[in-house]
């Protein structure tokens, strides 16, 4: 049962005056979308989201150019390409034509912003422009996407997708008290959205949700209940920094589940009385980008490759009564992406972006679930 649900920080509540772009580029820029939180408990008491806002061009063509901002050691640049030489059908980014593989460019970049709340959300304490996260490395130069934070004993661990022509890869930082952030690099070097560490330890291991990207997939047997596509993988460490892939499968897409067709991880796995809670995305197609929902399953606690539980149905599902009052900034629809829990009391604390736009916090009873 959903106790409460609303949303906790919109575009509206950014200062892009104290923005890490500003004054940096020659430029207009406004806040596409400020979603997408990894959530964490601070030692007093309160919540951290840790924001991803993806800072736009206002005007991205001009002069016959489509721009794009990159970061590099020497400032942030704008970087033109020709306008008859790409497909702009979506307006947040853009692909060269005529490459062998599909290339392509983003008018905005993204970066993390640590936004300190009231322990039960309900107001924001502190908005830490100074902690910042921004790109620092060749491999971030077009931004840093979607961190999910996992604290395992008195230590805070955060991923996050690093986007580049280099590589789009898996990247983590470390921390004493989910404020100030050392970036430990790269951990996993394949395309990969959702890396999740687990909020304990397994025996003496960190273990981790894993989704690798392909460009194509071998089908089940007719006769099975997975459905081929990206799957929820496992990997174990023991470190948190040198990460070996599991052996067997973790959560796949089930043929019983038409809207959960493509899948992929959302809040770092929790442990409860009945095991490892795990909140990880479904997407049920819809000719567009899809209808984004997200759905819980209970993981084994000693063995997390087992699922012993499955929900038929979604937990959350997109809200645009929340949204409704600041329509007028939406470009997408239909999407709840959840990045975050944390324990409540008799409830989960549950952090996701709604509609690509705004934080939404969402506490559930914990009878509903393990």
């Given at each position: 049962?959903?106790?409460?649900?609303?949303?906790?920080?919109?575009?509206?509540?950014?200062?892009l005056g104290?923005?890490?772009?500003?004054?940096?580029i020659?430029?207009e820029?406004?806040v596409?979308?400020?979603f997408?939180?990894?959530?964490?408990r601070l030692?007093?008491?309160?919540?951290?989201?840790?924001?991803?806002?993806?800072?736009a061009?206002?005007t991205?063509?001009?002069?016959g150019?489509v721009?794009?901002?990159?970061?590099?050691?020497?400032?942030?640049?704008?970087?033109?390409?020709?306008?008859?030489a790409?497909?702009m059908?979506?307006?947040?980014?853009f692909?060269?034509?005529g490459?062998?593989?599909p290339?392509?460019?983003l008018?905005?970049?993204?970066?993390l912003l640590?936004?300190?709340?009231?322990?039960?959300?309900?107001?924001?304490?502190?908005?830490?422009?100074d902690?910042?996260?921004?790109p620092?490395?060749?491999?971030?130069?077009?931004?840093?996407e979607?961190?999910r934070?996992a604290?395992?004993?008195?230590?805070?661990?955060m991923?996050a997708?690093?986007?580049?022509?280099e590589?789009?890869?898996?990247?983590?930082?470390?921390?004493a008290?989910?404020?100030?952030?050392?970036?430990?690099?790269i951990v996993l070097?394949?395309?990969?959205?959702?890396?999740?560490?687990f909020q304990?330890?397994?025996?003496?291991?960190?273990?981790?949700?894993?989704?690798?990207?392909?460009?194509a997939?071998?089908?089940?047997?007719?006769?099975?209940?997975?459905?081929a596509?990206?799957?929820?993988?496992l990997a174990s460490?023991?470190?948190?920094?040198h990460?070996?892939?599991?052996?067997?499968?973790?959560?796949r897409p089930?043929v019983?589940?038409?809207?959960?067709?493509r899948?992929?991880?959302?809040?770092?796995?929790?442990?409860?009385?009945g095991?490892?809670?795990?909140l990880?995305h479904?997407?049920?197609?819809?000719?567009?980008?899809?209808?984004?929902?997200?759905?819980?399953?209970l993981?084994d606690?000693?063995?997390?490759?087992r699922?012993?539980?499955t929900?038929g149905?979604?937990?959350i599902?997109?809200?645009?009564?929340?949204?409704?009052?600041?329509k007028?900034?939406m470009?997408?629809?239909n999407?709840?992406f959840?990045?975050?829990?944390?324990?409540?009391?008799?409830?989960?604390l549950?952090a996701?972006?709604?509609?690509d736009?705004?934080?939404?916090?969402?506490l559930?009873?914990?009878?509903?679930?393990?």
């Open positions: 049962m959903i106790l409460r649900d609303r949303l906790v920080f919109t575009p509206h509540d950014i200062d104290r923005s890490p772009l500003a004054g940096r020659d430029a820029t406004y596409l979308g400020a997408n939180p990894g959530l964490a030692a007093n008491g309160n919540l951290l989201l840790m924001v991803r806002v993806a800072e061009l206002r991205p063509v001009r002069d150019h721009h794009a901002i990159r970061w590099a050691a020497d400032g942030y640049h704008l970087d033109a390409w020709p306008i008859d790409v497909d059908s979506d307006p947040r980014s692909r060269v034509q490459q062998v593989w290339v392509c460019g008018t905005s970049l993204s970066w640590p936004v300190e709340l009231t322990a039960d959300g309900d107001a924001v304490v502190a908005v830490h422009y902690r910042a996260i921004v620092v490395a060749s491999y971030q130069c077009y931004g840093i979607d961190a934070i604290q395992v004993g008195d230590r805070y661990w991923t997708c690093a986007v580049s022509p590589r789009q890869c898996t990247i983590l930082y470390s921390s008290d989910a404020l100030d952030w050392q970036l430990e690099g070097d394949h395309q990969n959205k959702d890396m999740l560490i304990g330890l397994v025996g003496d291991r960190y273990w981790a949700q894993t989704r690798p990207l392909g460009d997939y071998f089908t089940y047997p007719p006769d099975r209940p997975w459905r596509g990206p799957s929820i993988n460490s023991p470190d948190a920094l990460w070996k892939p599991h052996e067997q499968p973790g959560i089930a019983a589940l038409p809207a959960a067709v899948i992929g991880g959302g809040a770092p796995p929790i442990l409860t009385d095991g490892w809670l795990s990880w479904g997407v049920e197609p819809n000719g567009g980008v899809g209808v984004y929902h997200t759905f819980w399953s993981l606690r000693h063995e997390p490759w699922t012993l539980d929900g149905s979604p937990l599902t997109p809200a645009p009564a929340l949204t409704d009052p600041i007028n900034l470009y997408l629809d999407i709840v959840t990045t975050g829990i944390v324990d409540a009391g008799d409830a989960w549950v996701s972006g709604e509609a736009l705004a934080c939404r916090l969402t559930i009873d914990k009878k509903r679930l393990g």
